[in-house]
C-alpha cells in the first residue's frame, strides 16, 4: 500500500517540505506520497485525529501548528514535551499519534555542518515560542555557555525559562542593543522576515563582527536580517541546513530509510 505524509499549516504553501520529502521518494524509489496540507487553527484537531483513518503514516506541523498540536496527541516524546512543542506526528501501527520534535536535531546538525565550535560566549536568540525552545535545547546538547533570550512578552520568556534547569538570561526587545554585547552567535527564532510576515527590524550595531547570525526562516532563504548580517562583515547561516537536517528523522519515522542531506537534494530543493 501507498504510504502519505505530508505537512500541516496555515498557510503551507511556502514549505519546501513536500519538494524535500518528495526528492527522498524517488530517490530512494519508495512508493509514497508527501503534500502541503493547510490546516486552519480551529481545525487542527480533527484534522490530526482523521490522520489513521485517512492511511496517513504521519506529518510534519509547521506555524502555527506546533504548541497548538500537544493536546491532540496520545504520547510525546520527552525532548518535545521539554520544550512544549512538536513538529513531527507520527501515526503508530494501533492508530495511536505520537509527537515528536526533530527541529532539536535539525538545528544542532546544521550549525554542526557549517562548521560552528562554540568559544563559550554568549547566544542571542530573537524569539520565545517552539522553535525558539528547540534552538535552546540544541545549543544545550552541543555544549554552549550563556544563553539569552529576547522577546517582546516576557510572559512568553519565563514559560522557555521554566523549561530548562541551565537559565536562559531574559532580555525584552528593547535591550537588543545590550543583549549583542559579546554574543558569538545571533539566532532569529522567530517568523519575522518570512515570507507574507512581518519584517524583522534590528539594529546590530554592538553584535561583534566575529559573530555567526542565523535565520530559522528559509522563505525567503537570503532573509533581510541575514543581508544586514553579511553586508557588515557578519559570516551567515541560512535556514535550508536546519530543515534538511530536520527532516531526516521524519523521513525514516514515515518511511523506514534513513536518507542523507547531500548538495544533490538542497541544489534540488533550491530549483526554480
Known amino acids: 500500500m501507498k504510504m502519505k505524509a505530508g505537512v500541516m499549516g496555515w498557510p503551507v504553501g511556502h514549505s519546501l517540505s513536500p519538494r524535500l520529502h518528495g526528492w527522498w521518494l524517488k530517490h530512494y524509489g519508495i512508493e509514497g506520497s508527501y503534500a502541503a496540507l493547510p490546516v486552519k487553527p480551529e481545525e487542527l484537531g480533527p484534522a490530526l485525529q482523521a490522520l489513521p483513518a485517512k492511511g496517513f503514516c504521519g ?48 538545528f544542532a546538525q546544521s550549525l554542526l555542518s557549517a562548521g560552528y565550535k562554540t568559544r563559550r560566549r554568549p547566544i542571542v536568540i530573537l524569539g520565545a515560542g517552539g522553535a525558539a525552545r528547540a534552538v535552546v535545547a540544541a545549543l544545550f546538547d552541543v555544549g554552549v555557555g550563556e544563553i539569552r533570550i529576547v522577546n517582546r512578552t516576557p510572559e512568553r520568556a519565563e514559560v522557555l525559562r521554566k523549561a530548562f534547569d541551565s537559565v536562559p538570561q531574559i532580555f525584552g526587545w528593547h535591550d537588543l542593543i545590550r543583549a549583542l554585547v559579546d554574543a558569538e552567535l545571533l539566532v532569529n527564532a522567530t517568523s519575522l522576515g518570512m515570507t507574507g510576515a512581518k519584517p524583522l527590524e534590528v539594529n546590530l550595531d554592538t553584535l561583534p563582527q566575529d559573530a555567526l547570525v542565523t535565520d530559522i526562516v528559509n522563505v525567503p532563504l537570503e532573509t533581510d536580517l541575514l543581508k544586514t ?32 542531506v547531500t548538495d544533490e537534494l538542497r541544489r534540488a530543493v533550491l530549483a526554480p
Do not use: C, S, W
Open 59 to 106: 506529518v510534519n506541523l509547521t506555524m502555527p501548528h506546533k504548541e497548538a498540536a500537544l493536546p491532540y496527541l496520545d504520547e510525546i516524546e520527552p525532548a518535545a514535551r521539554r520544550v512544549g512543542a512538536v513538529n513531527t506526528v507520527v501515526v503508530m501501527p494501533d492508530g495511536k499519534l505520537q509527537g515528536r520534535n526533530t527541529d532539536i536535531y535539525g
Open 229 to 260: 548580517a553579511r553586508r557588515r562583515g557578519n559570516k551567515t547561516l541560512d535556514g535550508l541546513g536546519m530543515l534538511l537536517h530536520q527532516a531526516r528523522p521524519a523521513f525514516k519515522a514515515f518511511f523506514g530509510v534513513d536518507p542523507e
